[in-house]
């Protein structure tokens, strides 16, 4: 049983800051890449950030130069840094790892976060 816990989201307004964590738990061989996605009402779900394993990151047009992901991987978690917020990014953010549960593990599996609530206001 694999379980990703988030928290940090909350409540801020326009050009402040949030940090978003999620820690991964449970049956975890390893962790290939863990991101961020985030889904506003009535719209898909959209990738914000990602960090694979090998140290790259990609981030949506949108956020670039203002969110940083990182990654603890001692303590299997990922983070999201949020600054310069605008009410463009309110949205329910999910976090997300690509996981091998055991080292005989044929695959890997997607796993996703219960999804935290990020609400910008004017």
Do not use: H
């Not at 140290?55 to 130069?65: I, L, M, P, R």
């Not at 005989?104 to 910008?120: H, M, N, P």
């Amino acid at each position: 049983q694999v379980r990703l816990v988030e928290s940090g989201g909350g409540l801020v307004q326009a050009g402040g800051s949030l940090r978003l964590s999620c820690t991964a738990s449970g049956n975890i061989f390893s962790i290939n890449a863990m991101g961020w996605y985030r889904q506003a009402p009535g719209k898909q779900r959209e990738l914000v950030a990602v960090m694979p394993s090998g140290g790259n990151t990609n981030y949506a047009d949108s956020v670039k130069g203002r969110f940083t992901i990182s990654r603890d991987n001692a303590k299997n978690t990922v983070y999201l840094q949020m600054n310069s917020l605008k009410p463009e990014d309110t949205a329910v953010y999910y976090c997300n790892a690509d996981i091998r549960p055991t080292w005989y593990s044929r695959s890997t599996y997607d796993y996703w976060g219960q999804g935290t609530q990020v609400t910008v206001s004017s």
